[in-house]
């Protein structure tokens, strides 16, 4: 079965930086657009960066310039640089595969972003 396992996570102050990583497994995902979620409490899931199989990306306005998603096809890993963390970016982050039309989804990981 897919899995994605997420981690990185962690306590950050503002201004800092984090690399959480999405390990999936189950199939071959190199063909398949992956992403990075976010939900924080009491707001809906947002996009946060998704990137194609062929490296192609796109990034959720809030977080243009400061993120960057990569994938490494050979681990079936994708990863989210996060550098000039905000108090607004604590959420938890979700993996993403959009595999043969359907979503999976990891468990989540939770960044908090606090002095």
């Known amino acids: 079965q897919v899995q994605l396992v997420e981690s990185g996570g962690g306590l950050v102050q503002p201004g800092g930086s984090l690399r959480v990583s999405c390990a999936a497994s189950?199939?071959?995902?190199?063909?398949?657009?992956m992403g990075w979620y976010r939900q924080a409490p009491g707001k809906q899931r947002e996009l946060v960066a998704t990137?194609?199989?062929?490296?192609?990306?796109n990034y959720g306005d809030s977080v243009k310039g400061r993120f960057t998603i990569s994938r490494d096809n050979a681990k079936d890993t994708v990863y989210l640089q996060m550098n000039s963390l905000k108090p607004e970016d604590t959420a938890v982050y979700y993996c993403?595969?959009?595999?043969?039309?359907?979503?999976?989804w990891g468990q989540g990981t939770q960044v908090t972003v606090s002095s």
């Open positions: 993403n595969v959009r595999l043969d039309l359907l979503d999976y």
């Open positions: 990137i194609t199989s062929g490296g192609r990306t």
């Open positions: 189950g199939s071959d995902f190199s063909i398949f657009p």
